[in-house]
């Protein structure tokens, strides 16, 4: 006999301390049942020893079955600790039950020093390092600026990302040697902020975003023949929205909602 849904979500609301989140997606706006809507349930909690914080957390599927071996999709955890005035943290993260093969990050930040430092690895066979990355923060004249160079190893491409931020107003330039993006923000008023992004390859794409108040807000992004993406987020509810579009004509959609809930 197949376990009920409410079921479910009840075994694993009876060993949560912390709220879980619960999601469905929808694509192309076609589903013959619960399983094509994808609920899934997330949930994390945290614990200390020592000096060491420690969080853990699972994201499984919310589909009937009689495997409870199958459901999970996401296993992780992270251990953060301070050495020596770094803040120094370490996440790994396995597909479903398959403890085989880990993905794996590693975060190191010096508040004092406005320096910050980020890893990504995979561990399995042996340990491979992906992607470096450092981000550097100060004041210049009023305005915070921010230093990011980053580099992947797979496919030995550096680029790096300058940020300036200053009276409402953030400029964003990511450069590398083959293409360039220019990112300017603004803050129109208390309730409306507007992004354009242009490409050196002659993308260009436009997000707007409108506060509703009490940490509520709609975000609009238009990306011209390619997709117009919508977030929503209303209290503990978050709705997206992504339309592929051809010209005028809507090529499909995809709709993901999620909420906290409490068991």
């Keep these: 006999m197949k376990t009920s849904a409410l079921a479910l979500f009840a075994i694993i609301g009876s060993v949560a301390a912390n709220r879980p989140q619960l999601s ?27 000096d060491i914080d420690i969080e853990y957390g699972v994201e499984s599927s919310a589909v009937p079955s009689t495997d409870i071996a199958s459901l999970p999709k996401k296993i992780w955890g992270k251990a953060s600790t301070d050495i020596s005035g770094w803040g120094v943290s370490a996440r790994t993260e396995f597909a479903g039950t398959d403890f085989s093969k880990a993905d794996v990050d ?48 797979d496919t030995e491409e550096t680029d790096v990302v300058l940020a300036y931020s200053k009276d409402g107003t953030d400029i964003e330039v990511t450069a590398s040697q083959d293409s360039q993006s220019l990112t300017f923000s603004r803050q ?59 010209g005028t004509s809507i090529t499909g959609t995809n709709v993901s909602v999620k909420r906290e809930v409490n068991f």
């Excluded at 406005?114 to 210049?140: P, R």
């Design 24 to 50: 469905f997606n929808v694509k192309d706006g076609n589903f013959a049942d619960i399983g094509g809507l994808d609920p899934s349930l997330t949930w994390s909690s945290s614990t200390k020893t020592g």
């Design 106 to 153: 590693v975060d190191a930040s010096n508040s004092e020093g406005d320096l910050s430092l980020h890893l990504e690895a995979s561990a399995g066979d042996g340990f491979s390092v992906h992607k470096v990355e450092a981000t550097k923060t100060f004041d210049s004249d009023g305005a915070r600026v921010t230093v990011n160079p980053r580099y992947d190893v």
């Design 188 to 246: 129109v008023d208390d309730n409306n902020r507007v992004a354009p992004t242009l490409s050196s390859n002659g993308n260009v794409s436009v997000e707007w975003e409108r506060s509703l108040g009490d940490d509520n807000s709609l975000t609009a992004t238009l990306k011209p023949n390619e997709s117009v993406d919508l977030e929503w987020k209303d209290a503990a509810w978050t709705a997206n929205i992504n339309l592929g579009v051809e």
